[in-house]
Each structure stands twice: as structure tokens, then as C-alpha cells.
């Protein structure tokens, strides 16, 4: 094995798995720029009162951190069954170090080698990667020009991919398109494998829309995930979950790793979803900032995507890496998705959405 000058050996020189030789990992820019709109994170601070309840949740905590935490994560479990409501009880809930982890302990369940994960894309780009770690091929299925899946083509490619674990991502990342219940039903009929509707942005749809967990009942290959990191301003926690059939559950505790919620995390999620209402007080005003950013960009002359998301999609850019660089230039750090023509922007406070669209109108 040869070294380099800088003494780190070369991923070639490794006995790396031959199936991770050529992938590149995760990488969005963590640049410290005064507005970052790049990953979806909501902008705005865990509230004074939360925090101090946040904070005292900790202190307890910390005080038997010598003894390793409940590995059922109970209180937990139940707080996420009471925020979810529908009916749900604990034995249907599980959680995990963000949902990206959730997504993990599903595809270690039910991915794996020989076995094959399928999403519509463009999707969340961690699909791919989470599969492909677990030794599982991912396949990528293809959406409409405005980024819509209908039920007819969504069943149609499922059944020619037949796959064992079906991603979709509702509304969808990169694209902030919704996903409709008869897309999703009609996805679960033409599958065998388990279908993981992820709701990260759910809470940012229109109130009177129906989410999965809707579906959940009788369907026991059905999974829903969320997670606090959006909507609830809690990203740097790594907090996500799931809603699924205690069955599925069971499943999941035979790839975790014992203990792998942390007393600290366990403490800090549950006091904040105590606070739910108050967590999710912005809610409404990222909202708003969406709605004007679209209608800006649209003003602007670029093609915005519809979104139920916490950020916009746009087209009509001639040059995304250009305009990238132009706002990072001007402070404003937002997320070429590799989408040609297109860039996506977080839904920021009002002051940071007024930044972006002001430095985007002077480029
Ligand atoms: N699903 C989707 C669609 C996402 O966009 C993200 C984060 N960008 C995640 C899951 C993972 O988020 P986390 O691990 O922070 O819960």
C-alpha cells in the first residue's frame, strides 16, 4: 500500500467493499455565510421557554448518564404517538439519530445485499446512498416534466421494478412536490416490498391535507417517517421517527444498535415535544416566506415548482453554477441540486428570504 505525502492512504490502496469503490458521500457545503438556505433547516431559534424546558430535561438526564438509557426509548415513543395522534400508540412508533437513520435501520431490515430499493426522481439524494451501503441496489424510477407522479405510472413502474423497499418522499425533496393518498394506495397495491412514505416536510402541506399516516391501518407493509429536524427546529438534535405496524417495529430492533439513543437526546426530544404547538410556532410564517419567495422568483422571471415544502425549487436559470457562486459571493448560501437549469432555496426568516431575493434580483 502506497501513502501519499500527506500520510492518508488513497480509498484505492484500501480493501475497500468493491460495491462503495467509485461513490461519493453525502456533501452539502457547510460554508459559515450570514444566510444559509441550503438544507432545509428551519431558521429560526428553539423558542427562550422551550429551550430552558429543553435544558432542565438534560440536567436530570445527565445525572444517571452513568447507566446506559432506556433502550426502548418508552417516553419517547410515547410523545411521538400523542403529537402524531390517528389513533397510534407507542408499540407503533420507533426512532432513531435523525431520520436519515430511520431510513438506515428500514434498509438494513429490508434492503440489504441482492435485494433492491427503488425511488421516483428526482428524490432525496440519501436514498441512493443509504441502499447502496446496505449492499442493495437502488433504482431510480422518473417523474413528469413538472416533477408529478400520476397513480397510473407510479403503479406501472413498480410493477416492472419489483422492488423490496419502495422510497416516497411526500412532499418530495429537492422538488417541494406534493404527493397525492392515491398515489401512494395505489404504489402499496403494485408492490411486494415495504413502502416508506417520508413526511420530513409534512408539516409545512396545507393544514386540511391528509397525511399517510391516514393509511396506516391495514396496511402493514406501510411505513411513515418524519423527523424534527424541519419543522420543529430541532436539526442539530438528530431526532427522527416512524409510525408503522408493531410488526415492522420488531424488525427494526434486530439491526439498531443497542442503546443507540442517546439519555441526553431522549431527554431533549421528549421535553420539546411538550412544547409541540410552540416548537411548531413558525410554521405558518416559513410558510408565508415560501409563498413570497415563489412569487418573487416567478416576478423575476424564473419558473418556481409548486411547494408544500419548507423551500422552492426554480427553473430558468441560465447558469446555476454562476448564480451559486454569485450569491455566495453576496453572503446567501443556497443548494445546486444538480438539476439542470434549477436551484433550490430554504424558506428562511423574513429578513434572510429578503436577502436571498434581494441579492438574486441584483446579480
Ligand atoms: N428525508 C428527507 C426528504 C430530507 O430532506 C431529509 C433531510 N434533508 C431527511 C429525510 C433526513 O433528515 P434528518 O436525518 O435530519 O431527520
Redesign the pocket.
Known sequence: MSSPIDGRVRLEDLPLREDLRGLTPYGAPQAPLPVALN??ENTHPVPEEVADDILDGIALALREVNRYPDREFTALREGFADYLGHGLERDQIWAA???????QHLLQAFAGPGRCAFGFGP??S?YPLLTRATGAEYVSGTREPDYTVSPESAASQIADADPDVVFL?AP???TGTPLSLEVIESVYEAARGVVIV?E??QEFAPREERSALTLLPGRERLVV?R????AFAF?GA???YLAADPGVIDALRLVRLPYHLSALTQAAATAALRHAPTMLGMVDEIVAQRDRISATLDALGYTPFESWTNFVLFSGVDDPGATWQGLYDRGVLIRDVGIPHSLRVTAGTEEESTAFLEALAAL
Not at 439519530?97 to 431510513?103: R, Y
Open positions: 438544507v432545509n439519530n435523525g431520520s436519515n437513520e430511520v431510513l428524490t432525496y440519501m418522499c418530495n425533496n429537492p417520508d420530513a416536510y417517517s423527523t424534527m429536524s424541519k436539526a438528530r431526532v427522527g
